[in-house]
C-alpha cells in the first residue's frame, strides 16, 4: 500500500481528530474525554482497544508472529493557551507539547494499518499512553502489561519538532544517548527552631540547606565524565516565615539529569548521600524522596537504522534526515526503550519562515499540520516494513 498517498487523502479527519483533542486538552494520567474520543475512533475503524493502566489504551491488528509497537502520548500541559488558534483550548490547559498531534497521527496510522491488514505479517499493538510530561504513564502501562500478549519484540514513537524546524526534516539517534534521563526529588531538612537571637537554641535546617545546594553541585564539577551530559538544578526552597526566627525545617525540590545509566545512577545516589551526610554533620536530620523519573532514552541502532530506511522509501515533502539529535530534554518512553529494541524519531512541524515561531512548552506554540499525514504514514509504513522483514 501507498501509505503516504493514502494518508494525504485522510488529512482533513487528521486535523479534525487532532483539532477535538486539542481543544479540550487534559493533563496528567487521567484524561476521560481523551481516551473516550481514541476509544470510540477505534471501535469505528473496527479494533477492538482496551484499557490499560489508569487511563492508557491499547489495541492490535493483524496476525501472530513477531509484535512491533507504536507509541502516542495524549497528555496536555497545565498552562493557559496563547496560540491564537480558532480551536485553542480554553480550560486552562494547553497542547502545548504536540501530543494530540501524536494521538492524531497513531489514529491515522490505525485507519491505515486496518485498510491494509492482509498485508501484514506480523502484530502492530497500538499503545496511546497518559502522563508523559509527568513521566509516569509508560511506566503505568507497562506495570499494567502493556508489553506482554502479546509480547513487543521492537518499538518505534514518533515526537513533533516545531519552533522553526521545517516539516519533513526527521531526526534521530543511531550511536549513543538522544536523550537525558529525568529525576525529580525533594530534600525535607529537619532542625530545631528557635528565637532568631539565640541561634545556639537552635539546628538551623537554612543553613544546613544552603550547604546541601551547593556541595551537590561539587558531583558536577568534580564527579562527573565532563564530556557527558549532567545536570543538577534546584528549582526549589521553601522554609521560615520572618526575619528573626529559625524554622524547624526547609525543603528543597530539585532535577537531575543524565545522558547514561551510570552517570544517572550516581548523580542521584551521591545527591541523597550528600544531602543526609550535610544534615548530621551540621547536626539535622533529612530525608530525602525521588518524586518521578525516567531513564536516558538510548535506541537500538539496527531497529533506528532499519526505521530510517523504510522513512526514506517515503516520498513527502521536505524530506531530511538529521542523525545524532541529542538534547537535555526526557521522554519517558525511555521506559519502553529500555526493555525493548526500539527508535524515537523526531519530525519537523514547525515553522521555518518564522524566526519568533515559538517552542514546545510555550504557551504561545503552533504546529504545522501538514505534518499529520506524514507522521500517520510513517508510523504504519514503518511497522508494516519491519515486520516483513523480520518474521
Ligand atoms: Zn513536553
Ligand atoms: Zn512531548
Redesign the pocket.
Known sequence: MDYLKQATKLKNQLIMYRRKIHSYAEVGMNLPKTVDFVISELKAMGYSPKKVGQSGVTATIGCSGKVILLRADMDA?PMEEKSGEPFASTNGNCHG?GHDMHTAMLLGAAKLLKENEAQLSGTVKLMFQPG??LFKGSKDMIEAGILENPKVDAALAIHTATGVTPLGVFMYNNSSTMMCSADTFKITIKGKGSHGSYPQNSIDPINIAAHVILATQEVIARETIPSELCVLTIGSINAGSMANSIPESAVITGSIRASSKEMRSTMVSRTKEIAELTSATFRGTCEFELLSGTPPLICNPQVVNSMVKYINELDFQGKSPYPGLQANASEDFAEISDRVPSAYMMLGAGFPTDPKAAN??DPAVRFNEDALPIGAAILAHCAERWLADNQ
Do not use: D, T
Request: aromatic share 0%; hydrophobic share 35%.
Open positions: 500541559l507539547c508523559e510530561e514546545a512548552h
